[in-house]
Every structure is written in C-alpha cells, then in structure tokens.
C-alpha cells in the first residue's frame, strides 16, 4: 500500500479553496492501493487524467470551481464508488479526501473493462460524461472563444463539398477527427473538439463510425456554419487597446 498526500490543503470540504496553478499528477501504483490524507486531493481540476479509482475505505467530495469561482459541490463517493470517470483527457472536477481514504488505481485504459456490468458505475460514468460537455460549453464562453461549434460545422461542411468534387460520399468524412492537426487548424483543443463533436452526435448532425464521421444532417450544418459567416460579416473591428488573455491559468 502507498501512501502519499497528493495535493495538500488547510481547509475542510465546507470551505472549498482554489489554487491558481494545477499540481504536477504524481505517479500512481497501477492496481494498487493508495492512501490519501483528510482534506488532501486525489486529483485536481485541468490534471491529465490517467486513471480512474475505486474507493476502499474512506470518502471523496467531487466539486467544480477554480481560483476566481465559487465552489460548487457536485457528491459524496464512499466505499465501493469509482472516481475520475469521464471520456475527456484532463479532469473537470476536483477530488478531494474528507478523511484518511485509501482508492484503487486502475489505468484509464482499463475503465471499459473494470466498469463492465456495473450498472451503478456506467450511470456515473454517463453523468460525468454530460458534466465534462457542460464544464466544456463553459470554459469556451469565459475563455472568449467565440462559436466554436460554428468552426466545426464549418470545416465538416467544406470537407464534405471536397467529397463531392473529388467523386467521394459527400455525408461521410474519412479523416481522423481526433488529431491535433484539425484542433489546431480550429484553434481549439482536443478536449473541446472532442466535446463539440459530442454535442453535435448529440444534436443528431454527426455520427461515429468505424469508417469515419457521418454527416447525418447537411443542411443542419450549413445553418450553422451560415451563423459563423453571418458573424463574421456583420461584427465590427474592435478599437485598438490593451491586449486582453482569453485563458487563464488553471
């Protein structure tokens, strides 16, 4: 068993408190036990995130919020439950120790596996999923990246017009939509295009296949990519001044 204080901290769970940097993730003992001290973090908001972990013995608060937020208490996880789920690659949430507990460290890549037939794990695992797109759409509107969603509709729509012009399926686009040539391209990152692909599936505009994204609603994504034109035409220059930084550190 290790033991280790992962991110110390002077305050309990009902005074909720922020650092302005994110804490380098420590090594973590694949399938082994690791023991954390009361009011320490297992992980922190913006931390890669490499495993997920079950609780053996002592109780997690989840909450949202950073530096210049309030705080916002999302549960209570006790013996048996899994922390970290989630399909992004940095937590949204922080975790932290509301008394000595000690977890189970099991590689993300092993989440499939380890969370199969527990129905109880695979709904948590869903509301995670629907909290990291919620925290996602936030993060996008503070940070001022203004219609990302009209990025992405955008470029499918220009791929799928190449499609049609070099003899391919215009509704299907083979590339891969997961690679940091196309985040960079839309000047987000993955964590973002990964939530507005999400979103967009969720809308019932695209769907993941094994041969690639299907645009199941064309015309659905040239109405947004029309917004972004639109926009564009119509927002005036902003008036020479201070430079503003669109993120802050986490």
Known sequence: MTSASVVPANENCGTLISQSRVEPTLPMPDGEALTIAANDFL????????????????????????????????????????????????????ARALLPTTVVCVPVAQTEETLKGDARALARLAEAADREI??????????????PIERVAALLVTSSRTNTQQGRRADLIEDSWRCGVIA????????????????????????????GLRLKDIPALENLADRLSRSTQAEP??????????????
């Open 43 to 94: 992980f922190r908001s913006g931390q890669p995130r490499t495993h997920i972990y079950r609780i053996k013995s002592g109780a997690i608060c989840l909450y949202q919020g950073r530096q210049s937020d309030r705080p916002s208490l999302i549960e209570f996880l006790f013996p048996g439950d899994f922390v970290g789920l989630g399909f992004l690659e940095h937590h949204v949430v922080n």
């Open 134 to 147: 919620e925290a996602r759409r936030e993060e996008l509107f503070k940070a001022g990246q203004r219609q």
């Open 184 to 211: 960079d391209l839309l000047q987000l990152d993955l964590d973002d295009l990964t939530a507005i692909l999400v979103e967009l599936e969720r809308r019932g505009l695209v769907e993941a296949t094994a041969d």
């Open 237 to 250: 220059k902003p008036a020479r001044g201070p430079k503003l930084v669109s993120r802050t550190a986490a």
